[in-house]
């Protein structure tokens, strides 16, 4: 057994997942110190352990969001995995999952099911598209509910959408499955609310909420707002201008009075301060096109640390645009400390904190499994003899 500090410390999640949501979900709850029980296939397990293999062997989403589980291998298609499947979910907390639609039905573990049977258990499904609509039978995986949800129609640039980088459906989806964890035990702490709680997450309802601000926007306009690249359709300026040293800074202004100080101070432009075309955001966003090729051409005659040290003399926000082997070697991860080693099967590798600093609580930081590590720990925990392991593993019924 896993023991660990944290203000979930005593809190036990018995997790049936795959990929990125529900694994994210967890992690989170682990980051919090509660203990997570990863039920996996003995056959292979869950597929992003295989998605590549870059990490000294092994898949580098799975590494990411997979760090301090306990992995079981039950085959839950035989009485004596499902079995063992039950006598986890007597002793846990929270039941996760996110499998295809449907399955926890055919398995009989439904939040319906699961009343019944584990009353004080909360259950926690993630699916694509929540029940009782034309799309709710369909696989959904990130790319797929981006697209549904529109995502990718603001992003990239006129004529040519892109799906933005991070998988934005799964993640998100993930956080809001853990922040109802959260709030359902703080409930059942209280003594509000049920004992026996369900939670539904689906991808596309949680993307459809980031959505918000461009739905609003055209609901009540009847436009619908483009693509800009770096850039946003909201203000302006606001977006990426090529410096001398060739490198990209980021400038952006939110309020009219950083546009007064970004074309005064940082430009030595008075004629844009005062150009009635530029004194309101409304305006600058309708002429960002007279205004953008001004900004771009004096950071065009500027190295980006000269910019950088105008604009934050200026009270202009600005930043620097990165890669990813930037952001690996960012000296800002570095100076906070953020980094940490982790063990994986296949030796220590790099991998950063989460993002909540909790005053007094250091993270777990625990190791990413091997498929099956725990299996023979886990059911001695829970009672079962050397035979009857024996059997089990004799039935295939775990590995």
């Known amino acids: 057994m896993t023991t660990t500090t944290g203000p979930l410390a005593g809190i036990t999640v018995v997790t049936l997942?795959?990929?990125?949501?529900?694994?994210?979900?967890?992690?989170t709850l682990g980051d919090f110190g509660a203990r997570v029980i990863k039920v996996e296939n003995p056959e292979g397990g869950d597929f992003a352990r295989h998605y590549d293999d870059v990490v000294k062997g092994l898949g580098a989403h799975f590494v990411w969001v997979n760090r301090g589980k306990e992995s079981v291998a039950l085959d839950l298609k035989t009485p004596g995995g499902m079995s063992v499947l039950?006598?986890?979910?007597?002793?846990?907390?929270?039941?996760?999952?996110?499998?295809?639609?449907?399955?926890?039905?055919k398995l009989g573990i439904s939040p319906g099911d699961l009343t019944t049977r584990h009353p004080e258990l909360?259950?926690?499904e993630i699916d694509g598209y929540g029940p009782g609509g034309p799309l709710s039978h369909k696989r959904a995986y990130d790319l797929l509910v981006q697209a549904e949800s529109g995502a990718c129609s603001v992003t990239g640039y006129p004529g040519a959408p892109a799906k933005p980088g991070p998988p934005m459906?799964?993640?998100?989806?993930?956080?809001?499955?853990a922040l109802s964890v959260v709030a359902l035990l703080c409930g059942r702490e209280r003594g509000v609310g049920p004992a026996a709680s369900s939670v539904a997450v689906s991808l596309f309802d949680t993307?459809?909420?980031?959505?918000?601000?461009?739905?609003?926007?055209?609901?009540?306009?009847?436009?619908?707002?483009?693509?800009?690249?770096?850039?946003?359709?909201?203000?302006?300026?606001?977006?990426?201008?090529?410096?001398?040293?060739?490198?990209?800074?980021?400038?952006?202004?939110?309020?009219?009075?950083?546009?007064?100080?970004?074309?005064?101070?940082?430009?030595?432009?008075?004629?844009?301060?005062?150009?009635?075309?530029?004194?309101?955001?409304?305006g600058r966003v309708e002429h960002r096109g007279l205004l953008e090729p001004e900004i771009s051409a004096w950071c065009a005659r500027h190295d980006l640390a000269y910019v950088q040290d105008r604009a934050d003399a200026a009270g202009i926000g600005n930043s620097r645009y990165n890669t990813t082997s930037d952001v690996i070697a960012h000296p800002h991860?570095?100076?906070?400390?953020?980094?940490?080693?982790?063990?994986?099967p296949s030796g220590p590798v790099p991998a950063l904190l989460p993002p909540p600093v909790i005053a007094g609580y250091d993270p777990p930081m625990g190791a990413i499994p091997a498929l099956g590590?725990?299996?023979?720990?886990?059911?001695?925990?829970?009672?079962?003899?050397?035979?009857?392991?024996?059997?089990?593993?004799?039935?295939?019924?775990?590995?």
């Not at 997942?17 to 992690?27: G, K, V």
């Not at 996760?96 to 399955?103: A, K, Y």
């Not at 546009?259 to 940082?266: I, M, N, S, Y």
């Not at 590590?373 to 590995?399: F, K, S, Y």
């Open 169 to 177: 459906a799964d993640v998100s989806s993930g956080l809001y499955a």
């Open 17 to 27: 997942e795959q990929a990125i949501s529900a694994p994210m979900c967890t992690r």
């Open 122 to 124: 909360i259950a926690v």
């Open 207 to 282: 993307m459809t909420e980031l959505m918000g601000y461009p739905l609003t926007y055209t609901q009540h306009s009847g436009v619908e707002q483009q693509p800009l690249g770096l850039s946003s359709p909201a203000v302006a300026p606001y977006g990426a201008h090529r410096t001398a040293d060739g490198h990209t800074v980021i400038l952006g202004t939110t309020n009219d009075r950083e546009w007064q100080r970004l074309a005064r101070e940082l430009l030595k432009r008075p004629d844009l301060a005062d150009d009635p075309r530029f004194r309101s955001n409304a």
């Open 373 to 399: 590590q725990h299996t023979g720990a886990v059911l001695a925990e829970l009672g079962l003899t050397d035979e009857e392991i024996a059997v089990l593993r004799a039935q295939g019924a775990v590995r």
């Open 333 to 344: 991860l570095r100076a906070r400390n953020r980094w940490r080693e982790i063990d994986t």
């Open 86 to 105: 039950h006598r986890l979910l007597e002793r846990a907390d929270v039941l996760v999952s996110n499998l295809t639609p449907g399955t926890t039905g």
